[in-house]
């Protein structure tokens, strides 16, 4: 079973989530959940609460800088193993492989 976690009216509970295999997210969720914003409001990502078997990150691409919110907040996802796709090839220099790296711990 598959579980698509994107909207705010979502299940808000861990027991809820491990309950399906696959559970989907964006990295614009995942970034819009870690903003100051709304750990100031309170809400805790329930992501991170959770330790994923595998974690599969598509467009990697986009984490290519370990600083910005998106890259911080999937490198927090804790995760036995991670996957990471990207169809785009590597453009500039390895520097630009961090943020993917900083995914590998």
């Not at 027991?15 to 559970?23: E, G, H, I, R, S």
Request: proline letters at 1%; a positive charge; aromatic letters at 6%.
């Amino acid at each position: 079973r598959a579980y698509e976690h994107y909207n705010r009216t979502e299940a808000k509970k861990i027991a809820d989530l491990v309950k399906f295999d696959v559970v989907l997210t964006t990295m614009q969720k995942l970034q819009e959940l870690t903003t100051s914003r709304a750990r100031q409001r309170g809400r805790i990502l329930i992501l991170n609460k959770i330790r994923w078997h595998r974690l599969v990150v598509d467009e990697c691409q986009f984490l290519k800088n370990d600083t910005t919110v998106v890259a911080r907040a999937a490198a927090a996802l804790d995760s036995t193993h991670v996957w990471m796709l990207s169809g785009t090839p590597l453009t500039n220099k390895l520097d630009d492989l961090r943020g993917e790296l900083s995914l590998l711990r």
